[in-house]
């Protein structure tokens, strides 16, 4: 169980286009996503906190107006990238919780590798 | 401001054991996590620690001692497909995971 998944796997793109990645659980509830960016080499960056049908709460240092995020259902996050630029190229995952799980453990997607030409 | 400090990259030989320390300043506590990511995949978790002592789990073991603000991951019998980068990360008081930079395991024949 506690099965997260994340579309696309991968995505290029061209300079100054918007990118739209998914994020669902597939056999549980997420009152809680988290979308975590990471560059080659580094730990997990947290960029945003969303629980559904709230607005996300960023981190310090994250556009809110670059990296849209709806946390519409129970079961689906998206993160949107609006104009991405070669810089935002990297691994992008979400995770989503429960707050009723014993652990308050996060379930981790297979995460999207984004290039931007 | 808060902090995980893991060493950066470890070594270690197929068969044999090997201990990753980790130790966090951070605004409250609500557990200890360990994370093993492979390249270019998510992580995936391995252990949970909110009680001092050891939990055991196979070939790996995780500890903790909050006074210490300290947590270490032990992994025995070490397989060449250990080598991964192990992600140590702490949930603060407002239940955020604050993440370590990871420790990434080379395992040699």
């Known amino acids: 169980g506690a099965v997260v998944s994340q579309h696309p796997s991968w995505v290029i793109c061209k300079s100054g286009t918007s990118v739209k990645i998914e994020c669902r659980s597939l056999d549980f509830q997420a009152t809680t996503m988290f979308w975590y960016r990471q560059f080659p080499k580094q730990s997990l960056m947290l960029m945003a906190t969303s629980n559904e049908g709230s607005k996300a709460t960023y981190e310090q240092g994250v556009e809110k107006d670059k990296f849209l995020i709806n946390h519409a259902s129970l079961t689906l996050s998206t993160l949107t990238v609006t104009s991405a630029h070669p810089e935002d190229s990297s691994f992008y995952i979400c995770?989503?919780?429960?707050?009723?799980?014993?652990?308050?453990?996060?379930?981790f997607g297979p995460g999207t590798r984004l290039t931007v030409l | 401001g808060q902090n995980i400090d893991q060493p950066t990259e470890m070594t270690a030989t197929e068969g044999a054991i090997v201990q990753i320390n980790c130790t966090y300043q951070?605004?409250?506590?609500?557990?200890l996590f360990w994370y093993q990511q492979h390249a270019g995949e998510a992580p995936t978790f391995l252990s949970y620690n909110v009680l001092d002592g050891l939990e055991e789990k196979g070939r790996f073991s995780s500890f903790l001692s909050r006074s210490k603000g300290y947590s270490y991951l032990l992994l025995k019998e070490l397989q060449m497909k250990d080598s991964a980068s192990y992600l140590c990360a702490v949930m603060d008081s407002n239940y955020q995971l604050i993440w370590g930079a990871g420790t990434k395991l080379i395992i040699k024949p």
């Open positions: 951070t605004s409250g506590f609500n557990g």
């Open positions: 995770s989503a919780g429960n707050r009723d799980f014993s652990y308050n453990e996060q379930f």
